[in-house]
């Protein structure tokens, strides 16, 4: 069984970069992809991108010019770069196991602030 | 790449049904049998209801179920009960590699 455990800054300042980090145990770490989707307070959810083991990525059009999703397959870990915050970038930050065109389980969540 | 419309909220009594709407285009909804539901919980993570537009994992109650027409998915909740009061959200794949939410709607069991 899949379980995500996810850390990183919680709190930025406009313009600098938020980086997040996604550990996964047990299941096999080659078999998936790995997501990052992010839920503005109070507001619905929004894909951010995905990765596999060998380093694969695809991103969302809007995001993909900030963002930046990498793999370290020694630690079967997941991270999240995003440059250039702003506080609309305020959101709690979920990691997500794609087991096919779904995602499950999601790590517990980082909330991550921008504010000066 | 714009949000899937989701009704903001839906309402019933326990016991009685209710149907959650996700309309997108032909881009997304209507182009892939890949629709999937999520509940959550307020302070908690979105958990897997439904994926493959109909199919439950193990451990969902068979009270919930989904359906797709043309651009149009829906989750419908049989039996409603008081701990599935939450918010719910769909999710389909959109091609290109990449997904879309729907902005989510609030069950309030009465």
Known sequence: ?116 | QSALTQPRSVSGSPGQSVTISCTGTSSDVGGYNFVSWYQQHPGKAPKLMIFDVSKRPSGVPDRFSGSKSGNTASLTISGLQAEDEADYYCCSYAGIYTYVFGAGTKVTVL
């Open chain 1, 1 to 116: 069984q899949v379980q995500l455990q996810q850390w990183g800054a919680g709190l930025l300042k406009p313009s600098e970069t938020l980086s997040l980090t996604c550990a996964v145990y047990g299941g096999s770490f080659n078999v998936y992809y790995w997501s990052w989707i992010r839920q503005s307070p109070g507001k619905g959810l929004e894909w951010i991108g995905e990765i596999n083991h060998s380093g694969s990525t695809n991103y969302n059009p809007s995001l993909k010019s900030r963002v930046t999703i990498s793999v370290d397959t020694s630690k079967n870990q997941i991270s999240l770069k995003l440059s250039s915050v702003t506080a609309a970038d305020t959101a709690a930050y979920y990691c997500a196991t794609e087991g096919g065109n779904w995602f499950d389980p999601w790590g517990p969540g980082t909330l991550v602030t921008v504010s000066s």
